[in-house]
């Protein structure tokens, strides 16, 4: 288990135009992953896409080497359908019907950005697509209360709320977290709470918000991989992340491409 007794810093301007930098670089590698989704590629291939476009920029991805059970070994995580987060790229054949839960990050000038999207494979359920929905709305939910005087349970409540009015669950055992030079700062912003509750926003602060939601219970195991967390009924999950700043005007997610649109697949 990570320690989430981690520092919360407070990024100058400057630093976070740099973070605004990392974050479209990781929105291009997300980009290019939804690009080459599609029934018959594999997930290795998928986050060989990724890893091609932090080649191109000469950046690195935080996850690579991240320790755990053992050092984790690709750029990105790549989870399908039961695989909630952290899922290793691999033989997996993707097929029609499928979600790919897409996670990168990307180191630039030391500072980190985090984002995912779910992706789906050819033609997906009607109920898929609500889980898709209900996921990445949930998310910019979130973000608009990411403003100075709000306090993390606020933004934590708001989450959980919509998700549970839509019949989903979030999970209880991963979190948000603040992120900066390191990929888990202070503090953890988690996908249920109390509203007034928590740690106070300030301006300067960075947090990759990151709904988990899944269709049949809250309840996640994980794999004998020791790194992918699913469902414990099996059941699909979806999974949406920003990094967003905190500032004066209010949220600015900083994870977007260059025309300031998100990366994924036009559903
Ligand atoms: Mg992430
Ligand atoms: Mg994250």
Known sequence: MMSWERQITIKSKRELE????????????LQAVADLTQPGVTTAELNAAADAVLKKYGVYSPFFNYPGA??????????VNEELVHGIPGKRVLKEGDIVSVD??????????DSAITVPVGEVSELTR?????????LYVGIKLMAPGNRVGDVSS??????EDKGFFVTREYTGHGVGRDMHEGPQVPNYGVPGRGILLRPGMTIALEPMVLIGTPATRVLKDQWTVISADR???AHYEHTVAITEDGPVILTMLEDGSKPGRKM
Not at 18 to 29: D, H, L, P, S
Not at 71 to 76: E, K, L
Not at 104 to 113: H, K, L, P, R, S
Not at 131 to 137: D, I, Q, Y
């Open 104 to 113: 990168c990050g990307t180191v630039y000038e030391g500072f980190v950005a």
């Open 130 to 138: 609500k889980l898709l929905t209900v996921t990445e709305e949930s």
């Open 235 to 237: 059941s699909l999950t």
């Open 18 to 29: 740099i973070m605004r930098t990392a974050g479209k670089i990781n929105a291009e590698a």
């Open 158 to 163: 708001a989450i959980q709320n919509f998700v």
């Open 70 to 79: 053992y050092p984790y070994p690709a750029s990105t995580t790549i989870s």
